[in-house]
């Protein structure tokens, strides 16, 4: 398959520092979606992009935002709508890195899951882009801590999911208290009718553009295995022993399957988690946190669970159920095999399911490779257990904990290595550090006789 061109980002109209930041963050060109919506987005048009998750797009109406930004004027000028609080907080931290070029840009998150208080405050001392859930965002302006007044750029993304989960209604309420004088931008992988509906509405002359899935056939590789029902969920821990991958995102359409299928699977010795819509918030937050920090090998989810998910180099995603939709499909594969890196799909189907395929075959103009079960033998080594491990530290941001101060007292204080600490994930209440598996528990017993930032803290190794 051809490669398609690419295009620099120094070709676009930004202030030389902005262009700098990005070389400095590896953004050298832009992808399809970037190439084609950030000159119409920075010449202010309202836009409709249609682009999968992976593309890019975060960074394409970042960008365009932030052009239009005062940062000198302490007042909101830019709001993201997206639809979950997970989506949120990589927009967040996405947005906030290409700032960096501008001095002092306040970005806030504002969803649901987490207490009002704090992000009221967070408002309190000023923002000048809010991304958040429908929802929440509705909430504080309801509440009057929230104002738009001088908003200029209004931002929808991921609008297809948004309506899939309801927020129709609270996006409406949302647009309308934003001024007409506006830049809308809607950035949507789907476009069903009520896309169409939601832009009549909010948008001005939209300028339309539509990149295909950016992945090809040598980026992932997609391998289709036929079972019984008796034999499916047995069969995703033969796939794991035989490719042994180091992250796999499994796909259950059901809350009920992701249970069955992670006691499985753990019963067995894997690292693995569930995800799915009846978790406590502090529980979701965990099990996210522990997959992104390499801690969790194998990740369970449904379609709505994973929405706005997105784990860097992610070495496998498997279909343990056929989805109801074949762009769900594409959607769900196509997780894995970006940024340049080779992906693995693994497609389970019953032959209940081949109609299922079928669509899913037509979609991608291609047809299914099928591979036989015998195929599947364990590989060398044993279970494949997860690099890492997560220490949980009760204190967070709410006791100005920072990155800094977590590796500073595990390193300077404790005598560990910089190589041995993982990611650092720091939210309102909690911390969690990830460290080499080997020395979990003792950096969690250490800790808890230590100090972080001159205080004692409360530390405890998570586990399956």
Same mark, same amino acid.
């Given at each position: 398959?051809p490669?398609?061109?690419?295009?620099?980002?120094?070709?676009?109209?930004?202030?030389?520092?902005?262009?700098?930041?990005?070389h400095?963050l590896?953004?050298l060109?832009?992808?399809?979606?970037?190439?084609?919506s950030l000159?119409?987005?920075?010449?202010g048009?309202?836009?409709?992009a249609?682009?999968k998750?992976?593309?890019?797009k975060?960074?394409?109406f970042?960008?365009?935002?932030?052009?239009r930004?005062?940062?000198?004027r302490?007042?909101?000028?830019?709001?993201?709508?997206?639809p979950t609080?997970?989506?949120?907080?990589q927009v967040?931290?996405?947005?906030?890195r290409?700032?960096?070029?501008?001095?002092n840009v306040k970005?806030?998150?504002?969803?649901?899951?987490?207490?009002?208080?704090?992000?009221?405050?967070?408002?309190?001392?000023g923002a000048h882009i809010?991304?958040?859930?429908?929802?929440?965002i509705?909430?504080?302006?309801?509440?009057?801590?929230?104002?738009?007044?001088?908003?200029?750029?209004?931002?929808?993304?991921?609008?297809?999911?948004?309506?899939?989960m309801?927020f129709?209604?609270?996006?409406a309420?949302?647009?309308?208290?934003?001024?007409a004088q506006?830049q809308?931008?809607l950035?949507?992988?789907?476009y069903?009718?009520?896309i169409?509906t939601?832009?009549?509405q909010?948008l001005r002359e939209?300028?339309t553009?539509k990149?295909?899935?950016q992945h090809?056939g040598e980026? $992932? =590789? %997609?391998?289709?295995?036929?079972?019984?029902?008796s034999?499916? &969920? *047995?069969?995703?821990?033969?796939?794991?022993?035989?490719?042994?991958?180091?992250?796999?995102?499994?796909?259950c359409n059901?809350?009920?399957?992701?249970?069955?299928?992670v006691?499985?699977?753990?019963?067995?010795g894997?690292?693995?988690l569930?995800?799915?819509g009846?978790?406590?918030?502090?529980d979701?937050?965990?099990?996210?946190?522990?997959f992104?920090?390499?801690?969790c090998?194998?990740?369970?989810?449904t379609?709505?669970?994973?929405?706005?998910?997105d784990v860097?180099?992610l070495?496998?995603v498997?279909?343990?159920?056929?989805p109801?939709?074949?762009e769900?499909h594409?959607h769900?594969i196509?997780?894995?095999g970006?940024?340049?890196?080779?992906?693995?799909?693994?497609s389970l189907?019953?032959?209940?399911?081949?109609?299922?395929?079928g669509r $899913? =075959? %037509?979609l991608?103009?291609?047809?299914s490779?099928?591979h036989g &079960? *015998?195929?599947?033998?364990?590989?060398?080594g044993?279970?494949?257990l997860?690099?890492?491990?997560?220490?949980h530290?009760?204190?967070?941001?709410?006791?100005?904990?920072r990155?800094?101060?977590v590796l500073?007292?595990?390193?300077a204080?404790?005598?560990?290595t910089r190589?041995?600490v993982?990611?650092?994930d720091?939210n309102?209440?909690?911390t969690y550090?990830?460290?080499e598996?080997?020395?979990?528990?003792?950096?969690?017993a250490?800790?808890?006789?230590?100090?972080?930032?001159g205080r004692?803290v409360?530390?405890?190794?998570?586990?399956?």
């Amino acid at each position: 398959m051809p490669q398609e061109p690419r295009t620099s980002f120094d070709t676009l109209s930004l202030p030389p520092a902005t262009l700098d930041n990005l070389h400095r963050l590896g953004y050298l060109e832009m992808t399809a979606i970037q190439a084609a919506s950030l000159p119409i987005a920075l010449s202010g048009r309202d836009l409709i992009a249609q682009a999968k998750t992976g593309s890019g797009k975060t960074a394409a109406f970042a960008l365009a935002l932030l052009a239009r930004l005062d940062a000198r004027r302490f007042a909101v000028q830019a709001l993201v709508l997206c639809p979950t609080r997970e989506l949120a907080d990589q927009v967040t931290t996405e947005v906030r890195r290409l700032a960096r070029a501008e001095d002092n840009v306040k970005v806030v998150t504002l969803a649901g899951g987490v207490p009002l208080r704090g992000q009221t405050t967070s408002l309190g001392y000023g923002a000048h882009i809010v991304v958040g859930t429908p929802g929440r965002i509705l909430d504080h302006l309801d509440r009057g801590n929230l104002q738009l007044e001088a908003l200029n750029t209004l931002v929808l993304d991921e609008a297809d999911r948004m309506l899939d989960m309801g927020f129709i209604d609270d996006i409406a309420k949302v647009a309308r208290r934003c001024p007409a004088q506006r830049q809308t931008l809607l950035f949507s992988a789907t476009y069903p009718e009520g896309i169409a509906t939601l832009a009549a509405q909010y948008l001005r002359e939209p300028v339309t553009v539509k990149v295909e899935a950016q992945h090809g056939g040598e980026q $992932i =590789e %997609q391998r289709w295995y036929e079972v019984t029902e008796s034999q499916r &969920l *047995a069969t995703v821990a033969r796939l794991l022993d035989h490719f042994r991958p180091a992250s796999t995102l499994a796909f259950c359409n059901t809350r009920a399957r992701c249970r069955e299928l992670v006691e499985l699977l753990q019963a067995q010795g894997y690292s693995a988690l569930a995800l799915h819509g009846e978790l406590e918030q502090r529980d979701r937050d965990q099990v996210l946190v522990r997959f992104a920090n390499g801690s969790c090998s194998v990740l369970v989810a449904t379609d709505v669970a994973a929405r706005g998910l997105d784990v860097a180099g992610l070495a496998a995603v498997i279909n343990v159920d056929m989805p109801p939709d074949p762009e769900l499909h594409v959607h769900r594969i196509g997780r894995t095999g970006r940024a340049g890196e080779t992906g693995l799909a693994l497609s389970l189907a019953s032959l209940d399911e081949m109609g299922a395929v079928g669509r $899913i =075959e %037509q979609l991608q103009g291609r047809e299914s490779v099928w591979h036989g &079960l *015998a195929e599947l033998t364990a590989a060398p080594g044993g279970r494949l257990l997860p690099a890492m491990a997560t220490v949980h530290i009760q204190a967070g941001r709410k006791e100005k904990i920072r990155p800094g101060d977590v590796l500073g007292a595990l390193t300077a204080d404790l005598g560990y290595t910089r190589e041995q600490v993982g990611r650092i994930d720091i939210n309102e209440f909690a911390t969690y550090v990830a460290v080499e598996r080997g020395i979990a528990r003792d950096v969690a017993a250490r800790l808890n006789e230590g100090r972080i930032k001159g205080r004692s803290v409360k530390a405890r190794l998570l586990k399956d």
